[in-house]
């Protein structure tokens, strides 16, 4: 069983940045596929970002592309989402998840779907002021 730890967030103006990190321990990472999700106050959590186990596609929710970059380091076990040009709207607890299954070809957004994932970390608040 692999436990995620998220860091990195916290409080930032509009416009600012951010960078999170999350930390894999328990199982190497570097065959599965990645995501990153949120859940603001009052809302479902949504997907935001996520990676396949290869680094080599990339995958973005429309509200924060050309925003938000994921990507991983595989001799660090460790997945990051920068998060630039930030919104109060992204204001949230972020999470990352690890896929339920090794080396996993994402089709037609399934990594949008909490269901592909079966790891995931406690979360990391981001509060984005105005």
């Known amino acids: 069983q692999v436990q995620l730890v998220e860091s990195g967030g916290g409080l930032v103006q509009a416009g600012g940045s951010l960078r999170l990190s999350c930390v894999a321990s328990?199982?190497?990472?570097?065959?599965?596929?990645m995501g990153w999700f949120r859940q603001a106050p009052g809302k479902e959590r949504e997907f935001v970002a996520a990676i396949s186990w290869s680094g080599g596609s990339t995958y973005y929710a429309d509200s924060v592309k050309g925003r938000f970059t994921v990507s991983r380091d595989n001799a660090k076990n460790t997945v990051y989402l920068q998060m630039n040009s930030l919104k109060p709207e992204d204001t949230a607890v972020y999470y990352c998840?690890?896929?339920?299954?090794?080396?996993?070809?994402?089709?037609?957004?399934?990594?949008?779907?909490?269901?592909?994932?079966?790891?995931w970390g406690q979360g990391t608040q981001v509060t984005v002021s105005s």
């Open positions: 328990g199982r190497t990472l570097s065959s599965y596929g």
């Open positions: 998840a690890a896929d339920r299954t090794p080396y996993r070809t994402y089709y037609s957004g399934d990594y949008t779907s909490e269901s592909v994932f079966g790891s």
